[in-house]
Nanobody, 114 residues
Framework: QVQVVESGGGLVQPGGSLRLSCTATVYISSIGAMGWYRQAPGKERELVARITSGGDTNYADSVNGRFTISRDNKNTVYLQMDSLKPEDTAVYYC?????????WGQGTQVTVSS
């Protein structure tokens, strides 16, 4: 019923930038929040950022000040990732919360390496 599609990952050098995008195929008024989790080898799954339908945002301490989550006037959110560090390397999973249920994107690999 709900499809979440994300893109924008890739390989970048330390200090570089990437922008992830995520689109949910759900009526916009049904969306409570969208955001990104990430999972890296040897680490637990981490909530990176989220934005609510009201525009409230929060960030993990590890990315606060470097990452920015935003939304357009449709059903797409963006995660601007600046000043990337090797420890940001992970698979990033977009999610959409609608009707109290979480729907997940397919994941996109972000690798930060020189």
């Amino acid at each position: 019923q709900v499809q979440v599609v994300e893109s924008g990952g890739g390989l970048v050098q330390p200090g570089g930038s990437l922008r992830l995008s995520c689109t949910a195929t759900v009526y916009i008024s049904s969306i409570g929040a969208m955001g990104w989790y990430r999972q890296a080898p040897g680490k637990e799954r981490e909530l990176v950022a989220r934005i609510t339908s009201g525009g409230d945002t929060n960030y993990a301490d590890s990315v606060n000040g470097r990452f920015t989550i935003s939304r357009d006037n449709k059903n797409t959110v963006y995660l601007q990732m600046d000043s990337l560090k090797p420890e940001d390397t992970a698979v990033y999973y977009c999610y959409c919360r609608a009707w109290g249920v979480l729907y997940w994107g397919q994941g996109t690999q972000v690798t930060v390496s020189s």
